[in-house]
């Protein structure tokens, strides 16, 4: 019975669109420095299992995985700088 309009239910599939588009996760920052992390991989390099390192040290086992998996892990987030930490100590002296 429709009558041109628009029905009253809600489509499920737009819903979920909208609240993903809308509504995003805080992303937590690290609570562990990059020392422990590094710690924590020799750890898991001499044989200590993934989930007794993470939760020594309070570091995500994914993490851990991570790191270990990855070559490039050890990046900075964000963009990339334009200047080198020298010209930059360079203009701030």
């Known amino acids: 019975m429709s009558n041109g309009n628009r029905s009253n239910h809600t489509d499920k599939s737009i819903m979920k669109r909208k609240v993903g588009?809308?509504?995003t996760?805080?992303?937590?920052s690290a609570?562990?420095?990059e020392q422990t992390l590094q710690q924590a991989l020799k750890d898991d390099r001499a044989g200590e299992s993934k989930k007794s390192v993470a939760q020594k040290y309070g570091i995500p086992r994914a993490t851990i995985q991570f790191r270990l998996k990855n070559k490039?892990?050890?990046a900075k987030?964000?963009?990339r700088t334009y200047l080198t930490?020298?010209?930059?100590?360079k203009i701030v002296n």
């Not at 996760?25 to 937590?28: A, D, E, I, T, V």
């Not at 930490?85 to 100590?89: Q, S």
């Open 85 to 89: 930490e020298e010209e930059e100590a």
């Open 77 to 79: 987030r964000g963009r």
């Open 31 to 33: 609570t562990y420095s």
């Open 72 to 74: 490039l892990a050890g």
């Open 25 to 28: 996760k805080k992303q937590k």
């Open 21 to 23: 588009k809308w509504c």
